[in-house]
């Protein structure tokens, strides 16, 4: 059973309480830059339905939704000119999903990020 909270940030910019600076959206998803962006592009692409993270989103959405959510990202990725195909140098995604992942806002969320050479997946702390 979900615990998802209506007033986290991201249900607050779908519901246009707040700004943000839209990238795209359609049926199932909007799209939009991060307020501080790690990469020359940094993207968020969120669900519209009401999803804590990952698993949430995967165990309970409808398959539409899933479908729809993941048309996006290649959507996203061309219309900004990032992925290889679109004439850019290629992205990463990032989805943190819990405390150890620190994940911050409880609205599953998808990062996209290109722009520079991105190094290695994540930095070794040994
Ligand atoms: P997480 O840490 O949950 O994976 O990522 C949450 C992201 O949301 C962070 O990268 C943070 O910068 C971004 N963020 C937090 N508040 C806002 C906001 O009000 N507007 C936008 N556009 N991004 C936000």
Request: charged share 20%.
């Amino acid at each position: 059973m979900s615990n998802y909270d209506n007033q986290n940030i991201f249900a607050k910019i779908l519901r246009g309480d707040i700004p943000c600076e839209k990238i795209y959206e359609d049926e199932y998803v909007l799209s939009f830059k991060d307020v501080n962006p790690q990469a020359p592009s940094h993207i968020l692409i969120i669900p519209k339905g009401a999803y804590t993270d990952i698993n949430d989103f995967i165990e309970n959405a409808s398959n539409e939704e899933i479908i729809g959510f993941n048309k996006a990202i290649p959507a996203v990725a061309h219309q900004l000119g990032i992925s290889e195909t679109s004439g850019g140098k290629g992205y990463r995604l990032i989805s943190n999903a819990g405390s150890e992942a620190h994940q911050t806002v409880a609205h599953f969320h998808i990062h996209l990020l290109a722009g520079r050479n991105l190094g290695p997946m994540l930095v070794s702390i040994k």
